[in-house]
T-cell receptor, first 116, second 114 residues
Framework: EAGVAQSPRYKIIEKRQSVAFWCNPISGHATLYWYQQILGQGPKLLIQFQNNGVVDDSQLPKDRFSAERLKGVDSTLKIQPAKLEDSAVYLC??????????????FGEGSWLTVV | AQTVTQSQPEMSVQEAETVTLSCTYDTSESDYYLFWYKQPPSRQMILVIRQEAYKQQNATENRFSVNFQKAAKSFSLKISDSQLGDAAMYFCALRGGGNEKLTFGTGTRLTIIP
């Protein structure tokens, strides 16, 4: 079974530029998550989708971050304009259905962003 | 709100020895799930072991086992016969039964000494 796929793996941009990350979850997984992990910290949830609807985006900085999952499968996370403090690893994850709390959440390898 | 605390930023163990990583948590839910994830330098979060709060029996997965103390809200991970490949960051995580999001601790960096 294929895992969660993310691209690009690495990205370096200047502040005020834009960047987009792509994620393809495990086949059949209805729930998709984007996490931000700053160096030395645990991952923090940015946004959670159930199919193509948003379940939780309370910690997403909406003035600069946006995310979509138009067809309920793959998803894109965009940052515009980027700030130095956005340097982090962006982890995409998926699970069968978030309404069953015991379902395991599987993570991709992450997209490393450095803002200079 | 739910919180997860890992008080050991770094731990080290001799190869083939046993090490225990600590985790405490807080939640108002009666039904919840606890997880330990391993994060190697590649940064992918890999599930090591999970525990359902309603189960009294401690979970085990090969060399990995947990000591789940529900009353004390403690969830430690024991790694037996440590191997070089066990070196990584280990994160404790909690998910409440009320569809709460997965909340992570700050992690423990485990070093294996050959």
């Amino acid at each position: 079974e294929a895992g969660v796929a993310q691209s690009p793996r690495y990205k370096i941009i200047e502040k005020r530029q834009s960047v987009a990350f792509w994620c393809n979850p495990i086949s059949g997984h209805a729930t998709l998550y984007w996490y931000q992990q700053i160096l030395g910290q645990g991952p923090k949830l940015l946004i959670q989708f159930q199919n193509n609807g948003v379940v939780d985006d309370s910690q997403l900085p909406k003035d600069r971050f946006s995310a979509e999952r138009l067809k309920g499968v793959d998803s894109t996370l965009k940052i515009q304009p980027a700030k130095l403090e956005d340097s982090a690893v962006y982890l995409c994850a998926s699970s069968l259905d978030y309404t069953a709390s015991g379902n395991t959440i599987y993570f991709g390898e992450g997209s490393w962003l450095t803002v200079v | 709100a739910q919180t997860v605390t890992q008080s050991q930023p770094e731990m080290s163990v001799q190869e083939a020895e046993t090490v225990t990583l600590s985790c405490t948590y807080d939640t108002s839910e009666s039904d919840y799930y606890l997880f330990w994830y391993k994060q190697p330098p590649s940064r992918q979060m890999i599930l090591v072991i999970r525990q359902e709060a309603y189960k009294q029996q401690n979970a085990t997965e090969n060399r990995f086992s947990v000591n789940f103390q529900k009353a004390a809200k403690s969830f430690s991970l024991k790694i037996s016969d440590s191997q070089l490949g066990d070196a990584a960051m280990y994160f404790c995580a909690l998910r409440g039964g009320g569809n709460e999001k997965l909340t992570f601790g700050t992690g423990t960096r485990l070093t294996i000494i050959p």
